[in-house]
């Protein structure tokens, strides 16, 4: 068994595994992390990917055609979806300096407007996503 060790431990997590890595996002830590799990019974963490201090990474998607992973936050934090690279032959995690809103100097996309509110909601929060024919490279 295997313990991420963190601040505190609270939350969910929908965790991707992508070939012998498993990449597990960490609310509480503002993190992603990728662990070697080819050997089941050792994982070893290799890679860890910090966020900014108000985006709480919540659940990850893997593109089964590219590196990517789709990173979106938990409630609680900024309605924004981040993107993720993988390198399948190291493990190592970095963030997509290109997705990101026209004109913004902050990675991601930010989901908080009008046109995304229903009703008399007062904030949206993407809650899931995956790829797809449409979007593969």
């Known amino acids: 068994m295997h313990a991420l060790h963190e601040p505190h431990s609270e939350g969910c997590a929908v965790a991707v595994v992508v070939g012998h890595y498993w990449v597990v996002p960490v609310a509480s830590g503002r993190a992603i992390v990728s662990m070697d799990v080819a050997d089941a019974a050792h994982p070893v963490e ?42 399948r032959s190291t ?29 008399s909601a007062s904030h949206v929060m993407g809650h899931a996503a995956l790829f797809g024919p449409a979007f593969a490279r």
């Open 91 to 119: 493990g190592k995690l970095t963030w997509d300096e290109r997705f990101r809103d026209r004109g913004s100097s902050r990675r991601g996309v930010d989901l908080d407007r009008p046109e995304l509110r229903h009703g």
């Open 46 to 87: 290799v890679s860890r990917l910090r966020s900014d201090s108000t985006f709480y990474p919540h659940w990850l998607s893997a593109d089964p055609a590219s590196d990517r992973i789709v990173v979106g936050s938990a409630d609680g934090g900024e309605a924004r979806v981040l993107v993720a690279h993988l390198d």
